[in-house]
Each structure stands twice: as structure tokens, then as C-alpha cells.
């Protein structure tokens, strides 16, 4: 199965995923499907979800496009999709990171997953569930890609592989510059706590961000427990600090900075923040970048006999 | 009654009322457009479109204490919360909104009367305001509401264009209100009557069609079990940002929050989209995310109609709109109509044959 052959057009995998369901070599394929969404006043928008192929019909149905912004990973780990023996996931450079980082952790087969990697340059956002013209906010925080550099699954992690990037021109940068890192970092700290004060007001813990999350896959999270009460349970703006800045530490070392936790928030919080935050700390002091290579040990669960033992006093 | 009044006249109302009354509005909120208590009707927006988030949480917070507590050694000393009692007037909420409250009253007044909830239903006048241009994900009208709808609102106001409103007052706590500004509410032409009557149809013939609410309640009855439900509910991710951008919405949780010998109780929105939402001791009886998709579905269209006679989806199209992955209640419900049609006629079929 894991034939690792370089397939650069989509007709040419829809028909080597439709041989493997006939010869039932495969169960399911997590893919993009359009949907064609009916509006108020009577015309139909096209847009991009989740796709779940079990049978060959359904095969054709598969898209590739600027608009499949989606993380498949997420469903890897949900109940729901385990009692699949094969697997066939289509994945963005960005989404193929989620799956070393669970492969590290334990938490998937890698032998279950057939992995179809895709080459991309920017995504589409999406705004009120309509397309607009802007690259989409996951991408601009991309960290394999500047604008327009095209970036690329690593080989011989993928099974099969299509070469060519979406069609269409590449969508440009937001007009309104959202704040940065660097911005964010350069704030005083005074400054910083209102900023997040005036975000995590907001917030509505829908857990949406938690939910669509490849990495949170925890069958009990501690922000639901109430015996103990680990974290306020209520939206108010000290649970919710607790609530984001426990999920930026339970990810520290792990996010892959997929940003789908930002895309899918209906407040608009930018949370990529925070976890890039985390990204670049765990860089700096450990020169470890998560979802780099499958093999090596996740940073926060390693010991070294030559790590910096300065701090122990 | 109808009326009309100049958006220079609603402003000066405005201006007097936030002196006296709290004034609830949409306004942006940090790039998104939020209901917010006001200070000046500047920060007012009246363009098109629905607030991020639904009216409810003005009426039913989402997150609010409900008593505090106190251990002592001569046992447990409860303060309840003090009822609302402040005048509080909402501005600019949209009619899918308003109807909504009207949906919401029936389970907060049903085996018990929530005092939280109708202490601030009762202190609140609510000015509608029609929807002259609805958004692409609205469907108000399939849910046998229109975007003219006047049920839930005290006054409705429609723009004419050329900065006139046409203003119904609906409710004897509308007429109550206008009383103050009696002088700033013009008589009406008939021409100008019939100019709201011909948008209105203007609006609503472009809007989708009914579903067929008898027919779809019928299959729903039987169709608990349809293998139907697992495909109309693959992909969900289980997150709750469909019921709490809902506007009907309203199951809660209740939590404790101590400190020491001392807390307080606090009640919180909860979502059928949790996998703890149904979660027991003993027992799960949604296990898979399905099955929670189908919960909402059936509150929505089966249950909330057995026990109240009507629908609990308004057709705002907030939940459409933000799904993270692009689940749809418009086209489930389509899809279901489309199994009905089918099934009346195997039924037709059936009849013949015999």
C-alpha cells in the first residue's frame, strides 16, 4: 500500500483511490467535496467541507482547491473515524505536521493512513461563510511559506502526492494588517494585558478552537472537569484566561501552527498568537520545531543527559 | 399603529432615552458587531445585517451568578441575586431576533418561571427593525417567519430610504413608550403604507420557500432511527458554535464557584454539541457526534413543536454561516423534505398497488 508513488494529477488518485475501496483495501477517504450552498435571495454560492468517501461512487466528488482550508488531521483521533481500518487523508503541508506530532505521541497508526499530500501557496479566507479575494489568516502565518513561495509535503512521508498548486492566482494579503507577534511583543506589558483583556472578553468557550484542534484530542480535557474545578467553567474573562492560556501551555511544544483554532473562532479571536508565541520560546531554548520530522522525540517529554540543568538552583 | 419618524427624530429619542434607561444597540466591537449597552447614538450601526451574536444573551446572560453562598457555623447563609429592575430599551434588533425572545419565553415560562430571565424580558422594550436586505445565509421565511416579522417586537421600525422610518408600535408596552415622543411620530400617507407593503414583497418573493413544517414534523416522529442521521451528521467536530450563536438556544449549565467557605452559583450556556453535555455516571447515551447533531436537529423541529406548537430555528443563519466545517441545518432540513417526498410517495405507490 504505502507505494510511495509520485502522482501529480487528481484524476490519476481518484482512480487509484477508487481501485483500493473496489478491492476493499481502503475504508474511508477524508477528503475536500463542494457543496453548493443556497442563499437568501434565491442564487447558489459554492463552498468547500469536509468530505467522507466510503464508496467508490463517491469518489469523484473530490476537489482540490484555494478553498480547502480545513484540517482533515482533526478527525484522525475522533471516535467516530477509529473504527476504520484504512485510511486515506488528503493533506496540506501544514495539516501533515499534525499527523507527525500524533505519530510521535502515539495517538495513530501510521500503517492505517494512506497519506495524500498536497503542494500549496495560500488559501482563500472565508468571511461570514462567504469567499473573499484575501489569503486566508492561517496563511499568512505560515511558516514555510512567504508570500507566494509554494510549500511541499516531505516526500517520503506521504504516500501519494500532487505536485501542482490550486488553480487561480494567488490570493493577496489582507488589506488591514492584523497585528503581529513582533507587535505584540513590542507592546508593554500593561498594554498586552488590555489587548487580551478586550479579546478574551469575547470569548464565548464554544471550544471550537479546542474541537477543530488536530492536537487536542484529550477524551477528557481539564477545563470541563467540575470535580475539581480546575478552571472557571464560566465564560467570564478570568475563566477564560485560564481557559486559552492552559490550552497555549497544553500545546507548547506540539502546535504545528495549523491555525485552525483562529479560522474557526466566531469572535474573531486571534489566537494564533499565543501559540506562535510559544512556538518561537520553545525554539529559542530548545531549537525544536514540532512537526518536523515523525521520528524524533516531542521536546517536552525527553530527557537529555546534556540538557540545561542552569535553572535548578 | 403606524407611523412615521425621520432618523433625525429616532436620534433625538435615542439621545433622551440613555439618560434614563439602559440602551442596548449593535455596535463593533472590536471589528465584530455585537449587542452593547450604549452611551450615544453614534455608536448605533444600522446597516444590514445581524449582530455576531444573538440577542438572547441581553435576556439571558452567558454566563450570570444566580446566588451566593456562605459557610458559617450556624450552617449555609444564601443571597440571592436581586432582580433587574432597571428600564432597559433594545434598538435595531432584527425581526428573526425578536421573534426568537418570543420562542425563548415559552420554555422559560413553562414548568417554572426563570425570574432571571423574566425579570429582563419584563423591564425591556424592544424597537425592531425590518431587514430591507437580508444576508446570503438567512432563510427566515422557510421557518414561516418574514423578515417584516412583528411577533416578539414592541415597535418595528422598516427604512423607507430618504433617512424616513415606518414605525408599527405592536404592543401596549410600545405604545406605552411612544407616549413620551408622541410629537416626533408623523402621521402616515397611505402612499408611504403602501410603499412598505410593496417592499416588504419585494423582500420576502426572493426569499426561500416554506418548509413543509407539518410534513417534516411527521417524519421526524417516525425517523429517530434512520441510518440518515449518521451521514447528515458526519464531520461535525462536536464544538457549540452553532448553539451559542443560536438565538433559541438555551440550555444552561449550573457551577459552583467556591473560595474557601464561601462562592457563589453561576449559571452557564451549555451546548448539546459536548460530549459531556449528556454524559452520566453511569452512562453516555450519545456516544457519537451524530447523535448530538441529531439532538439539535429534532429540539429545533420535533420537540420544541410537541410541546409549544412551533419551531425553534428562527432562520437567522448565524449557525450556517460560522460552522467551522460547513454543516448546514437549512439543507438538512431540505434533505429531510426530500426523504419525506420521497416516502409520501412509496406511500401513494403502496395504495395503488393494493
Same mark, same amino acid.
Not at chain 2, 438567512?138 to 418574514?146: G, K, V
Given at each position: 500500500?504505502?507505494?510511495?508513488?509520485?502522482?501529480?494529477?487528481?484524476?490519476?488518485?481518484?482512480?487509484?483511490?477508487?481501485?483500493?475501496?473496489?478491492?476493499?483495501?481502503?475504508?474511508?477517504?477524508?477528503?475536500?467535496?463542494?457543496?453548493?450552498?443556497?442563499?437568501?435571495?434565491?442564487?447558489?454560492?459554492?463552498?468547500?467541507?469536509?468530505?467522507?468517501?466510503?464508496?467508490?461512487?463517491?469518489?469523484?466528488?473530490?476537489?482540490?482547491?484555494?478553498?480547502?482550508?480545513?484540517?482533515?488531521?482533526?478527525?484522525?483521533?475522533?471516535?467516530?473515524?477509529?473504527?476504520?481500518?484504512?485510511?486515506?487523508?488528503?493533506?496540506?503541508?501544514?495539516?501533515?505536521?499534525?499527523?507527525?506530532?500524533?505519530?510521535?505521541?502515539? =495517538?495513530?497508526?501510521?500503517?492505517?493512513?494512506?497519506?495524500?499530500?498536497?503542494?500549496?501557496?495560500?488559501?482563500?479566507?472565508?468571511?461570514?461563510?462567504?469567499?473573499?479575494?484575501?489569503?486566508?489568516?492561517?496563511?499568512?502565518?505560515?511558516?514555510?511559506?512567504? &508570500?507566494?513561495?509554494?510549500?511541499?509535503?516531505?516526500? &517520503?512521508?506521504?504516500?501519494?502526492?500532487?505536485?501542482?498548486?490550486?488553480?487561480?492566482?494567488?490570493?493577496?494579503?489582507?488589506?488591514?494588517?492584523?497585528?503581529?507577534?513582533?507587535?505584540?511583543?513590542?507592546?508593554?506589558?500593561?498594554?498586552?494585558?488590555?489587548?487580551? =483583556?478586550?479579546?478574551?472578553?469575547?470569548?464565548?468557550?464554544?471550544?471550537?478552537?479546542?474541537?477543530?484542534?488536530?492536537?487536542?484530542?484529550?477524551?477528557?480535557?481539564?477545563?470541563?472537569?467540575?470535580?475539581?474545578?480546575?478552571?472557571?467553567?464560566?465564560?467570564?474573562?478570568?475563566?477564560?484566561?485560564?481557559?486559552?492560556?492552559?490550552?497555549?501551555?497544553?500545546?507548547?511544544?506540539?502546535?504545528?501552527?495549523?491555525? &485552525?483554532?483562529?479560522?474557526?473562532?466566531?469572535?474573531?479571536?486571534?489566537?494564533?498568537?499565543?501559540? =506562535?508565541?510559544?512556538?518561537?520560546?520553545?525554539?529559542?531554548?530548545?531549537?525544536?520545531?514540532?512537526?518536523?520530522?515523525?521520528?524524533?522525540?516531542?521536546?517536552?517529554?525527553?530527557?537529555?543527559?546534556?540538557?540545561?540543568?542552569?535553572?535548578?538552583? | 399603529?403606524?407611523?412615521?419618524?425621520?432618523?433625525?427624530?429616532?436620534?433625538?429619542?435615542?439621545?433622551?432615552?440613555?439618560?434614563?434607561?439602559?440602551?442596548?444597540?449593535?455596535?463593533?466591537?472590536?471589528?465584530?458587531?455585537?449587542? +452593547?449597552?450604549?452611551?450615544?447614538?453614534?455608536?448605533?450601526?444600522?446597516?444590514?445585517?445581524?449582530?455576531?451574536?444573538?440577542? /438572547?444573551?441581553?435576556?439571558?446572560?452567558?454566563?450570570?451568578?444566580?446566588?451566593?453562598?456562605?459557610?458559617?457555623?450556624?450552617?449555609?447563609?444564601?443571597?440571592?441575586? +436581586?432582580?433587574?429592575?432597571?428600564?432597559?430599551?433594545?434598538?435595531?434588533?432584527?425581526?428573526?431576533?425578536?421573534?426568537?425572545?418570543?420562542?425563548?419565553?415559552?420554555?422559560?415560562?413553562?414548568?417554572?418561571?426563570?425570574?432571571?430571565?423574566?425579570?429582563?424580558?419584563?423591564?425591556?422594550?424592544?424597537?425592531?427593525?425590518?431587514?430591507?436586505?437580508?444576508?446570503?445565509?438567512?432563510?427566515?421565511?422557510?421557518?414561516?417567519?418574514?423578515?417584516?416579522?412583528?411577533?416578539?417586537?414592541?415597535?418595528?421600525?422598516?427604512?423607507?430610504?430618504?433617512?424616513?422610518?415606518?414605525?408599527?408600535?405592536?404592543?401596549?408596552?410600545?405604545?406605552?413608550?411612544?407616549?413620551?415622543?408622541?410629537?416626533?411620530? /408623523?402621521?402616515?400617507?397611505?402612499?408611504?403604507?403602501?410603499?412598505?407593503?410593496?417592499?416588504?414583497?419585494?423582500?420576502?418573493?426572493?426569499?426561500?420557500?416554506?418548509?413543509?413544517?407539518?410534513?417534516?414534523?411527521?417524519?421526524?416522529?417516525?425517523?429517530?432511527?434512520?441510518?440518515?442521521?449518521?451521514?447528515?451528521?458526519?464531520?461535525?467536530?462536536?464544538?457549540?458554535?452553532?448553539?451559542?450563536?443560536?438565538?433559541?438556544?438555551?440550555?444552561?449549565?449550573?457551577?459552583?464557584?467556591?473560595?474557601?467557605?464561601?462562592?457563589?452559583?453561576?449559571?452557564?450556556?451549555?451546548?448539546?454539541?459536548?460530549?459531556?453535555?449528556?454524559?452520566?455516571?453511569?452512562?453516555?447515551?450519545?456516544?457519537?457526534?451524530?447523535?448530538?447533531?441529531?439532538?439539535?436537529?429534532?429540539?429545533?423541529?420535533?420537540?420544541?413543536?410537541?410541546?409549544?406548537?412551533?419551531?425553534?430555528?428562527?432562520?437567522?443563519?448565524?449557525?450556517?454561516?460560522?460552522?467551522?466545517?460547513?454543516?448546514?441545518?437549512? +439543507?438538512?432540513?431540505?434533505?429531510?423534505?426530500?426523504?419525506?417526498?420521497?416516502?409520501?410517495?412509496?406511500? /401513494?405507490?403502496?395504495? /395503488?398497488?393494493?
Amino acid at each position: 500500500m504505502r507505494a510511495r508513488i509520485k502522482v501529480i494529477r487528481m484524476n490519476e488518485i481518484k482512480a487509484k483511490l477508487k481501485a483500493l475501496l473496489k478491492n476493499a483495501e481502503l475504508d474511508l477517504v477524508i477528503g475536500y467535496g463542494e457543496r453548493k450552498i443556497p442563499t437568501s435571495d434565491g442564487s447558489e454560492i459554492t463552498g468547500i467541507c469536509p468530505l467522507f468517501v466510503t464508496r467508490e461512487s463517491g469518489i469523484d466528488g473530490l476537489v482540490w482547491n484555494r478553498h480547502c482550508v480545513h484540517n482533515l488531521v482533526t478527525y484522525l483521533t475522533k471516535k467516530e473515524y477509529k473504527d476504520y481500518k484504512k485510511i486515506a487523508i488528503f493533506v496540506k503541508p501544514c495539516d501533515l505536521k499534525a499527523i507527525y506530532v500524533l505519530c510521535q505521541e502515539n =495517538q495513530i497508526d501510521r500503517q492505517r493512513l494512506l497519506i495524500i499530500g498536497l503542494a500549496c501557496n495560500g488559501m482563500i479566507r472565508e468571511k461570514m461563510g462567504i469567499s473573499t479575494k484575501e489569503l486566508a489568516g492561517k496563511c499568512i502565518t505560515c511558516r514555510e511559506s512567504s &508570500e507566494g513561495a509554494v510549500a511541499r509535503c516531505q516526500k &517520503e512521508h506521504t504516500d501519494l502526492m500532487i505536485e501542482s498548486t490550486p488553480e487561480g492566482s494567488i490570493p493577496s494579503s489582507s488589506e488591514k494588517k492584523a497585528l503581529t507577534l513582533e507587535d505584540l511583543e513590542k507592546m508593554s506589558g500593561a498594554d498586552r494585558w488590555a489587548f487580551w =483583556q478586550k479579546q478574551f472578553q469575547k470569548c464565548l468557550r464554544c471550544y471550537a478552537c479546542r474541537a477543530v484542534c488536530p492536537l487536542c484530542y484529550c477524551e477528557q480535557c481539564v477545563c470541563d472537569m467540575s470535580q475539581p474545578q480546575w478552571i472557571e467553567k464560566s465564560p467570564h474573562l478570568k475563566g477564560n484566561f485560564l481557559f486559552h492560556l492552559v490550552r497555549a501551555f497544553h500545546l507548547t511544544g506540539r502546535c504545528i501552527g495549523c491555525g &485552525e483554532c483562529e479560522r474557526v473562532c466566531p469572535m474573531g479571536l486571534p489566537l494564533t498568537l499565543l501559540n =506562535q508565541k510559544m512556538i518561537k520560546e520553545v525554539k529559542d531554548l530548545y531549537d525544536y520545531e514540532s512537526g518536523k520530522d515523525p521520528e524524533q522525540a516531542p521536546v517536552l517529554s525527553q530527557f537529555r543527559v546534556d540538557d540545561d540543568e542552569s535553572f535548578i538552583k | 399603529m403606524d407611523t412615521l419618524i425621520s432618523k433625525k427624530d429616532l436620534d433625538r429619542i435615542i439621545d433622551s432615552i440613555v439618560e434614563t434607561c439602559q440602551v442596548f444597540a449593535p455596535v463593533n466591537q472590536e471589528g465584530i458587531k455585537l449587542f +452593547q449597552e450604549i452611551q450615544s447614538k453614534d455608536q448605533i450601526i444600522w446597516a444590514d445585517g445581524n449582530c455576531h451574536r444573538s440577542v /438572547k444573551e441581553i435576556f439571558f446572560p452567558i454566563t450570570e451568578p444566580i446566588f451566593f453562598y456562605k459557610k458559617t457555623r450556624l450552617g449555609v447563609k444564601i443571597d440571592p441575586i +436581586q432582580n433587574h429592575n432597571k428600564k432597559r430599551v433594545l434598538i435595531g434588533i432584527r425581526p428573526c431576533d425578536a421573534f426568537a425572545l418570543y420562542v425563548m419565553d415559552q420554555v422559560f415560562t413553562w414548568d417554572y418561571n426563570d425570574e432571571l430571565y423574566l425579570a429582563l424580558r419584563k423591564n425591556t422594550v424592544i424597537i425592531g427593525l425590518s431587514c430591507v436586505r437580508p444576508e446570503p445565509f438567512c432563510f427566515c421565511t422557510a421557518t414561516n417567519i418574514s423578515p417584516f416579522e412583528e411577533r416578539g417586537s414592541d415597535i418595528l421600525l422598516t427604512d423607507l430610504g430618504n433617512g424616513m422610518y415606518h414605525s408599527r408600535i405592536i404592543t401596549e408596552k410600545g405604545t406605552a413608550f411612544t407616549e413620551r415622543f408622541k410629537k416626533y411620530f /408623523k402621521e402616515i400617507t397611505p402612499e408611504q403604507e403602501l410603499k412598505k407593503e410593496a417592499l416588504a414583497n419585494t423582500v420576502i418573493s426572493k426569499m426561500p420557500a416554506p418548509f413543509p413544517i407539518a410534513d417534516i414534523k411527521s417524519w421526524l416522529d417516525r425517523n429517530f432511527g434512520h441510518p440518515i442521521w449518521e451521514e447528515l451528521g458526519l464531520g461535525c467536530i462536536g464544538c457549540g458554535t452553532c448553539t451559542y450563536l443560536c438565538p433559541t438556544c438555551h440550555c444552561f449549565d449550573l457551577t459552583d464557584e467556591n473560595r474557601g467557605y464561601s462562592g457563589q452559583r453561576r449559571r452557564n450556556w451549555d451546548s448539546c454539541a459536548f460530549d459531556h453535555f449528556t454524559k452520566m455516571a453511569a452512562h453516555q447515551p450519545r456516544t457519537f457526534q451524530w447523535q448530538r447533531f441529531r439532538q439539535r436537529v429534532m429540539h429545533k423541529f420535533k420537540y420544541y413543536m410537541d410541546k409549544f406548537s412551533h419551531l425553534a430555528c428562527v432562520g437567522c443563519g448565524r449557525c450556517r454561516a460560522l460552522c467551522p466545517v460547513g454543516k448546514d441545518i437549512y +439543507q438538512v432540513i431540505r434533505a429531510i423534505q426530500k426523504e419525506t417526498n420521497c416516502q409520501n410517495q412509496n406511500l /401513494k405507490g403502496a395504495k /395503488k398497488g393494493k
